[in-house]
Nanobody, 122 residues
């Protein structure tokens, strides 16, 4: 079965870069029609889509975060990563990685990591 696991520091200082890795097991991140996605949920708020990287390595980001966001992948390790620069306390959230299934022409997040808390504080 496919599993996703987030990892990275739980505390980041303001103005620095938030870096997370999602490790995928049980399936390849290059398999066609799967997009690999970062989503976050600030305290007391709803889910916010950050961006994704496709099966071929193309990236797309939320317009509100695009200038600060970079998603990349390491196919040899079956991992994809998130870099969010110039963070502020408003970036404090639980960060999730998820698989977005596109083979049907829809967007379905069928597999999620458990989430990891990231706090931005000095």
């Amino acid at each position: 079965q496919v599993q996703l696991q987030e990892s990275g520091p739980g505390l980041v200082k303001p103005s620095q870069t938030l870096s997370l890795i999602c490790t995928v097991s049980g399936g390849s991140i290059t398999t066609r029609y799967y997009y690999w996605t970062w989503i976050r949920q600030p305290p007391g708020k709803g889910l916010e889509w950050i961006g994704h990287i496709t099966d071929s390595g193309s990236t797309y980001y939320s317009p509100s975060l695009k200038s600060r966001t970079s998603i990349s992948r390491d196919t040899s390790r079956n991992q994809f990563s998130l870099q969010l620069s110039s963070v502020t306390p408003e970036d404090t959230a639980v960060y999730y990685c998820a698989r977005d299934v596109r083979y049907s022409g829809l967007s379905e997040y069928d597999i999620w990591g458990q989430g990891t808390q990231v706090t931005v504080s000095s």
